[in-house]
């Protein structure tokens, strides 16, 4: 189903917003939920439906259920990833913590269970369209930092480059980078981290759960694969124990 005007129509293309659910009750929610936040939205019964709407339409978010006809959630998330960086939001009806993880591993941006509470949904769609705005401090609009020997963040452009070749990150991964590189030298908390992906800056009084605080070691472990970092021997992002993580100028 298709609903409202053509993705080259204008500001309406960048609320766009893709819903591949296979259940037409749950999809119908999803729709609404979605419309009423401001999104014109792109409906799919099928993963592969899912992913040809995602390629042409290019949307802002995308909400992707696990248990589809077809293939499931997870390759279909990995078949997003490669086309386009739409922030997704994986949906399923199991709350297994593997469930989690392997979503957060295929890409997803973030993972909720079924039945979920479309306030919540909403708000929490709502802070992940926060962050691009919150990267960037207005003197540096623009610049390209090298955060460190090899390693050039370019908070404005949203890039990243090890060694002059350009990693592509999900902007989950971008964001934490971002908050490690801010602060080098420095400990970051796994609960700050949370907040960074809540887009949280200050403490709401929200609690973070365990199911979070591995959401990020997930994020951090696919981050350093494509930094090429190696946490037994890290050349940027560190562990500290019972603490998190540091991000280290190498000497």
């Known amino acids: 189903m298709l609903v409202g005007p053509h993705p ?3 500001d309406a293309r960048e609320r766009t917003a893709v819903v591949v659910e296979d259940d037409p009750d749950v999809r119908d929610l999803l729709d609404a939920v979605l419309t009423q ?7 799919a019964a099928s993963g592969l439906e899912g992913v040809e709407l995602v390629r ?5 978010v995308t909400t992707l259920d696990v248990g589809l006809p077809d293939i499931d959630g ?5 078949r997003i990833r490669a086309v386009s960086d739409t922030y997704v939001v994986m949906l399923t009806a199991r709350a297994e913590e593997i469930d989690a993880l392997m979503g957060l591993d295929a890409g997803a941006d973030d993972y909720q ?3 979920f509470r479309p306030r919540e949904l909403r708000a929490r769609i709502e802070a992940m369209l926060r962050r691009p705005r919150r ?4 003197a540096a609009a623009g610049a390209a930092a090298p955060a460190a020997v090899g390693l050039v963040v370019n908070a404005a452009a ?7 070749a350009e990693v592509h990150l999900t902007r989950s991964e971008f964001d934490l980078l971002v908050a490690l590189t801010n602060a080098p030298g420095h400990a970051i908390p796994k609960d700050a981290l949370v907040r960074v992906l809540w887009a949280d800056e200050y403490d709401t009084g929200t609690p973070v759960t365990d199911q979070d605080r591995r959401s990020v070691e997930v994020h951090l472990t696919n981050l350093r694969r494509k930094l ?4 037994a021997s890290p050349r940027w992002i560190r562990t500290v124990r019972g603490v998190g993580y540091r991000f280290d100028h190498p000497s």
């Not at 990267?135 to 207005?138: A, E, G």
């Not at 090429?228 to 946490?231: C, F, Y």
């Open 8 to 10: 080259h129509s204008g």
């Open 37 to 43: 936040a401001g999104f014109v939205t792109r409906t």
């Open 56 to 60: 042409t339409f290019d949307p802002l």
């Open 74 to 78: 997870f390759e279909v998330c990995r």
């Open 113 to 115: 269970t079924k039945p």
């Open 135 to 138: 990267d960037v401090p207005p």
């Open 158 to 164: 949203r890039t990243v480059t090890v060694d002059g």
């Open 228 to 231: 090429g970092d190696d946490a």
